[in-house]
Each structure stands twice: as C-alpha cells, then as structure tokens.
T-cell receptor, first 114, second 113 residues
C-alpha cells in the first residue's frame, strides 16, 4: 500500500536554529499538508499545498514557517528560528485530486527544541 | 466553522466488551467525517470515513461508525474489544471545498484483561 514517508523520525535542535522536515508524499497525490501535534494535545492543521503554492494555512503557520516542493517527490517544512514551543510531532499528509480521498498521513517527525 | 467534540478523554473497557467512542460535529455544510487511530509513538492511521454515501460505515479492525445528522454525531463502535485496540482515537471533520482536517481532542482507549 502506498505510504507517505517522513524523515527523520526524531530531530533535536537548539533554540534559534533552522530546521527542515522532509516528506515524500504518495506519488500520484496532488495535495500536500503539514500538521502538528504538541505532546498530549490534538492534531492541528498547519498548511496545505497545491499546484506549487499554499492553498490554505492556519494561524499557527506564521512567518517563521515555510513549505516547499523542491523537486517532483519531496515536500518540506522549514522552521526558520526554532522556539521551545515548536517542540511537537509534525505529520505530513497527502491526498488525491478531490482533496480527501486517500488522505494519508506519514508516521511523523518528533521535533525536540532544547 | 467546523469542529468536532469527543466526549471522554479516557475510556476503559474490558476485553470482549463493546467499545463506544463518541464524536459530535459542528458544521455549516454537509461534512466528511473520519476516525483515525494512533498507536503509541506512531502516526495516524485511517480507521474509516463518511463521505455522504451510506450512513453506516465499516472500517478496519472490526470498527464501524454511524452518521446521524439529526444528532450531529459520528460515534465509533466495535462489538468486542481486543487488547490490541488500546490506542488514541481521533475524530476529524472536513468540509467540502476545504482541504484541512479539524481534529477532536482524542479519546484514549484502555482495554483491561
């Protein structure tokens, strides 16, 4: 079964450093997403990406966040200057042209900011 | 605005007992509804989804959910709990025309031997 792959599974970074989280969505999917789950809390939507641009973003997704699809397979989330409160599990997801069929999540990257 | 409310942050059942996890939604337009399961230190796995076809939806691992518009509910059930069902369960909603899932706060299911 097709999978969304995220790397690394766990990343530790120092406060103020830039971090890039990587994702390989399902190959024929058109919509790509990032979600965040702070420990013990609900999963929160960050951003959706379609046709090489952001199609929707939440209030969490401020100027310190950016997304990019640098080639035909990868989808990245960059956090410019990490803060302690950015520590969370970050999930990548992708879906097909309808936007919700086959909405598939990766296994996540646990980001720890120290 | 769309939202889901999951009643009960923790549910404990005995092995073999009925599992009932509650989810109520709020949506101004007909929603699509989902249940996801998260095992410890793992990602989100889709259990089942309602997309305006049959109101009773069957999913993986013996779970099912019924969409009740009159009650704005989408409760998850399983007739007989198994130890392997112990996990966190999330209800989520998406509105047609949007792409973002809105998740509930989750229900942790414990299964006692």
């Amino acid at each position: 079964e097709p999978e969304v792959t995220q790397t690394p599974s766990h990343q530790v970074t120092q406060m103020g450093q830039e971090v890039i989280l990587r994702c390989v969505p399902i190959s024929n999917h058109l919509y790509f997403y990032w979600y965040r789950q702070i420990l013990g809390q609900k999963v929160e939507f960050l951003v959706s990406f379609y046709n090489n641009e952001i199609s929707e973003k939440s209030e969490i997704f401020d100027d310190q966040f950016s997304v990019e699809r640098p080639d035909g397979s990868n989808f990245t989330l960059k956090i410019r200057s990490t803060k302690l409160e950015d520590s969370a599990m970050y999930f990548c997801a992708s879906s097909d042209g309808t936007g919700w069929i086959g909405y598939t999540f990766g296994s996540g990257t646990r980001l720890t900011v120290v | 605005a769309q939202s889901v409310t999951q009643l009960g942050s923790h549910v404990s059942v005995s092995e073999g007992a009925l599992v009932l996890l509650r989810c109520n939604y709020s949506s101004s337009v007909p929603p699509y509804l989902f249940w996801y399961v998260q095992y410890p230190n793992q990602g989100l796995q889709l259990l089942l989804k309602y997309t305006s076809a049959a109101t009773l939806v069957k999913g993986i691992n013996g779970f099912e959910a019924e969409f009740k518009k009159s009650e704005t509910s989408f409760h998850l059930t399983k007739p007989s709990a198994h130890m392997s069902d112990a996990a966190e369960y999330f209800c989520a909603v998406i509105n047609t025309g949007r792409r973002a899932l809105t998740f509930g706060s989750g229900t942790r299911l414990q299964v006692q031997p």
